[in-house]
């Protein structure tokens, strides 16, 4: 962490003035550094992101992504190179651009490119907290529970950027009353900078048998980007582009 050495000197970290110093606050608990009042922001950036890519996979595990994603990139995603250039285009900005559906039978990367967006949050726009990788599967049986329901459903509600992964597994009456509820708060709230990612196995037009006409109806407001299953041929061709 670069800011270090000119803390020490008591001096600004941008321009190396002695004058008219405040500090700021640094991610770690505790610990400011001096800043000139021309430069207080850049400090308080530049020590975001110092501290995000030192701690990037530590952010990955408080945000609950499953240890074997942790490390996942949009680079290392298999895919076609337009596509990732889609996603790409899609993180260019922090709120992302939009909420989004990712869609498409088994071994698309869909699960992949969620915990890579994940990562793209924390070392491209330097976000240290409010992120959430959370299994449908494994919060459904909170949901539908009474007793667990309204803690769990909070959980789903803070994170600036949530991923849910596999809507489309089967889930008890009261558990989609309360998805469909975290949906529509979320989506409402979207001017506050709530963004929601979620995958699924099918189309979200042909999931109303499973999921009901209004989580459907959420879901459809959302971008949707279909994934597709690449042919030998292909994986080996963006294989190589990648490695």
């Known amino acids: 962490m670069g800011w270090r050495k000119f803390n020490e000197k008591g001096v600004c970290t941008i321009c190396g003035t002695c004058e008219g110093l405040v500090n700021v606050a640094t991610p770690e608990q505790y610990v400011y550094v001096k800043a000139c009042e021309a430069h207080k922001r850049e400090v308080f950036r530049n020590c975001r992101a110092d501290y995000a890519l030192a701690h990037v996979d530590e952010i990955m595990r408080t945000a609950q992504v499953p240890a074997n994603y942790c490390t996942k990139t949009?680079?290392?995603?298999?895919?076609?190179?337009?596509?990732?250039?889609?996603?790409?285009?899609?993180?260019?900005?922090?709120?992302?651009?939009?909420?989004?559906?990712?869609y498409g039978p088994n071994n698309t990367g869909k699960t992949h490119l969620a915990a890579a967006l994940i990562r793209t949050g924390i070392v491209r726009h330097y976000q240290l907290r409010h992120l959430l990788f959370a299994s449908t599967w494994q919060v459904a049986a909170r949901l539908g529970d009474f007793k667990e329901r309204r803690a769990a459903t909070d959980e789903l509600l803070v994170p600036k950027l949530l991923?849910?992964?596999?809507?489309?597994?089967?889930?008890?009456?009261?558990?989609?009353?309360?998805?469909?509820?975290?949906?529509?708060?979320?989506?409402?709230?979207?001017?506050?900078?709530?963004?929601?990612?979620?995958?699924?196995?099918?189309?979200?037009?042909?999931?109303?048998?499973?999921?009901?006409?209004?989580?459907?109806?959420?879901?459809?407001?959302?971008?949707?980007?279909?994934?597709?299953?690449?042919?030998?041929?292909k994986r080996q061709s963006v294989a190589e582009s990648v490695g």
């Open 74 to 102: 949009v680079r290392d995603w298999r895919s076609s190179n337009a596509l990732r250039e889609k996603v790409i285009t899609y993180t260019a900005t922090w709120p992302y651009a939009d909420d989004l559906v990712l």
């Open 163 to 233: 991923v849910l992964d596999d809507i489309s597994v089967p889930t008890n009456p009261l558990a989609l009353e309360a998805l469909y509820g975290v949906l529509d708060w979320r989506i409402s709230n979207r001017a506050d900078g709530y963004r929601t990612i979620v995958t699924m196995d099918q189309d979200p037009r042909d999931a109303e048998p499973s999921l009901g006409r209004r989580i459907v109806a959420r879901l459809l407001r959302m971008r949707r980007m279909p994934l597709v299953t690449l042919t030998a041929e």
